[in-house]
């Protein structure tokens, strides 16, 4: 098995031939055929090279779907392009893909922490919308612990300048000289929301670290900075969403 090669009903239903389980009955019944040989449940294609035939018509893949995790780095813009000639997150990616990928869920130059690129519309959307209410969690340094009183304000919502953010999930994660870390979780996404909510509340962010977005996680990274979302991981993905 290698990157490059999908499930045959899956290469099928992201063709809009029919949906996999459709797919698969067609496959069974012999009306598929591959590289000139009548296909098998359990087959895998690339898409780009093998010939994929079904009731004598050609199939022609839509652009393959593809999924990248990302440990993004300070210094570097959640964009495809930047106007200022900073290093932007595509510029991450291996240098062999060629589709056009796009960031879901920015995270501004000087926050870091997980991210996600890819083609799929519709999963993006199920991320960022905030109808879908995804949870996305922060780690927060600042230089002062916060009080008590603080934290709880984070917990009932805070009043921006744009309105009251819904209440946050806030726990202490640790506290010593240099300064403390707090983990926040929202599920709204207002721009640079987490740094208003804490300095609306008196702390200044000296670090802001995104860990995970939904069901995904900066641990699935491993310590890489870069993965791609294996077939299985990105069904787990939106099953649970």
Not at 142 to 166: C, D, M, W
Request: contains cysteine.
């Amino acid at each position: 098995m290698t990157e490059t090669t999908i499930k045959l009903q899956a290469f099928m239903s992201q063709a809009g031939i029919a949906s996999r389980r459709a797919s698969e009955k067609l496959i069974e019944s012999g009306k598929v055929i591959v590289n000139g040989e009548t296909a098998h449940i359990g087959q895998r294609v690339n898409p780009k090279t093998d010939t994929v035939i079904c009731n004598g018509e050609t199939i022609t893949p839509s652009e393959q779907k593809r999924y990248f995790l990302i440990d993004k780095p300070i210094g570097v813009v959640s964009t495809t392009n930047d106007e200022l000639g900073r290093k932007n997150v595509t510029q991450l990616l291996p240098k062999n893909v060629k589709e056009r990928l796009y960031p879901v869920g920015r995270l501004d130059i000087d926050s870091e922490g997980l991210l996600l690129l890819t083609n799929d519309g519709e999963l993006a959307q199920k991320l960022t919308h905030p109808k879908y209410e995804v949870e996305k969690t922060y780690h927060v340094f600042t230089k002062l612990n916060p009080t008590f009183n603080a934290i709880q304000h984070l917990r009932k919502g805070v009043k921006l300048k744009e309105g009251y953010t819904s209440p946050a999930k806030v726990e202490r994660l640790s506290n010593d000289e240099t300064g403390a870390w707090t983990e926040i979780t929202i599920s709204e996404g207002r721009n640079h929301q987490v740094r208003r909510m804490m300095e609306r509340v008196g702390y200044e962010v000296e670090k802001l670290v995104r860990i995970s977005m939904g069901p995904l996680h900066i641990d699935m990274l491993d310590g890489e900075r870069v993965i791609e979302l294996s077939e299985e991981q990105v069904q787990e993905l939106k099953s649970d969403l």
